[in-house]
């Protein structure tokens, strides 16, 4: 077989190589990281699964109890490397499995929810389809597959719940009622905080007749913000027939304020409120 020969100057010489041996010296020089050392691109397959806590902390809970989506991202530093959007239908919800390289460090993030469709991370922000606030759950954490290749995760709630629950019955000419929750973010940042706060209200259609509840989430932290909400009811000209007032709404993330009482009619007794980490915690009377 002919070989080709090159001329290459070396130490100030002329010499002569075959193209066999220079193409070599190439793919060395590419595979190296410009300081000598040999890049690794070994691989090792990551099990990474998700539960949410239940009631208390560290009290694990399946995800499709609560979510019917989960939106994974898998990030190399500032590059997304893959994303994962599953539904609670899905074979293997809240699992997956991911085969990464071993010597980078990566950031998993993760949102379940229950909004129409999928979420969306950019700038480090998560966004939900039409910035409507779901029950919903948050996690992240770094991560090398050379010494972790199994995530076992559990997700915090990003949201506190305002409840109404109403006592009284919903008299005729009533067609719609509404929950104003004034200025509320609508997206989560990473970092562990809301943002795109803006005018929130959501209309809810009760059954004439009926005592119904009306329930709505909102982001929030770890600390408790007070907030003022107010329910008013309509006809069907869009007149007001009740509106009411609750002033200094306790919100806390994994905490749901519940109201009970009279809403349209004026009761003997006054109406009261809990404060719970989704069970009985604290009842307050006003």
Request: with cysteine.
């Amino acid at each position: 077989m002919n070989e080709r020969k090159i001329l290459a100057v070396v130490n100030g010489g002329m010499k002569f190589y075959t193209l066999a041996v220079v193409a070599m010296a190439m793919l060395t020089a590419c595979m190296n990281d410009g300081a000598g050392e040999v890049m690794n691109h070994e691989t090792a397959e990551v099990q990474i699964t998700f539960s949410p806590y239940d009631v208390e902390p560290m009290m694990r809970a399946a995800v499709a109890d609560y979510a019917t989506r989960m939106d994974v991202w898998i990030y190399d530093g500032d590059t997304e490397v893959q994303a994962v959007h599953q539904q609670s239908t899905d074979e293997g919800f809240a699992s997956l499995s991911l085969r990464l390289e071993k010597a980078k460090t990566y950031t998993v993030y993760a949102c379940a929810h229950k909004a129409a469709g999928a979420a969306t991370l950019n700038n480090g922000v998560v966004s939900w389809p039409d910035d409507k606030v779901t029950h919903s759950f948050f996690y992240s954490q770094s991560f090398s597959p050379a010494t972790t290749t199994t995530l076992n995760c559990l997700m915090e709630r990003i949201v506190g719940n305002f409840r109404l629950e109403i006592a009284d019955k919903v008299p005729e000419g009533v067609a719609r009622m509404t929950v104003d929750l004034g200025l509320s973010p609508t997206r989560w940042n990473v970092a562990g905080f809301g943002e795109n706060a803006v005018s929130r209200v959501s209309s809810f259609t009760p059954a004439v007749g009926a005592s119904p509840t009306l329930s709505v989430f909102l982001l929030a932290g770890s600390e408790e913000e007070k907030r003022d909400i107010t329910v008013t009811a309509y006809d069907g000209e869009d007149a007001v027939v009740q509106q009411r007032v609750f002033s200094d709404v306790p919100i806390r993330a994994s905490y749901r304020s519940t109201y009970r009482g009279a809403f349209f009619t004026e009761a003997d007794e006054v109406m009261t409120f809990t404060v719970n980490d989704w069970m009985d915690y604290e009842t307050v009377e006003f």
